[in-house]
């Protein structure tokens, strides 16, 4: 494994332990300031919209696995297809199931990271849960 798929695979680990931790601050800090995210139902959107998505769900619970099916490397550019199972449990509420593929586009940015630059989100509920929660993808 390259060095840079290596990292590549940090960056997804790192993103499912923020998310789950409720680290917004660390989730931005694995994106391109020029990010663009595309779920079912939605016109694609940045990163304001995605960390205003977040901060509109503090307090809720997440957990969910992550499973890098592919990653390619293409020099500053890589893509990954991701498996991932979250659940989202608001405070008091029910918890909402959402499973599936992700596509995405990461660019190793000039202080030499891997940041998440595209990615299309392809989770849907699963049967018997509640609609998904917007603005929470892959990485």
Do not use: C
Not at 38 to 44: F, I, K, L
Not at 83 to 106: E, K, Q
Request: charged share 20%; hydrophobic share 40%.
């Amino acid at each position: 494994m390259s060095n840079d798929e290596i990292s590549i695979r940090q960056v997804v680990a790192t993103w499912m332990a923020a998310s789950t931790s409720g680290d917004l601050a660390r989730v931005l800090e694995l994106m391109t300031d020029d990010v663009v995210f595309m779920v079912p139902g939605q016109e694609p959107f940045g990163k304001q919209a995605f960390s205003d998505a977040s901060a509109s769900m503090a307090g809720t619970k997440m957990e969910g696995s992550s499973e890098i099916v592919e990653i390619q490397v293409l020099g500053d550019w890589a893509f990954i297809r991701n498996r991932i199972d979250m659940t989202a449990t608001p405070p008091g509420g029910a918890a909402v199931r959402r499973s599936g593929y992700t596509l995405t586009l990461l660019r190793k940015e000039p202080d030499g990271k891997w940041r998440l630059a595209r990615d299309a989100n392809l989770m849907t509920p699963k049967p018997g849960a509640h609609a998904p929660a917007p603005g929470h993808s892959s990485g």
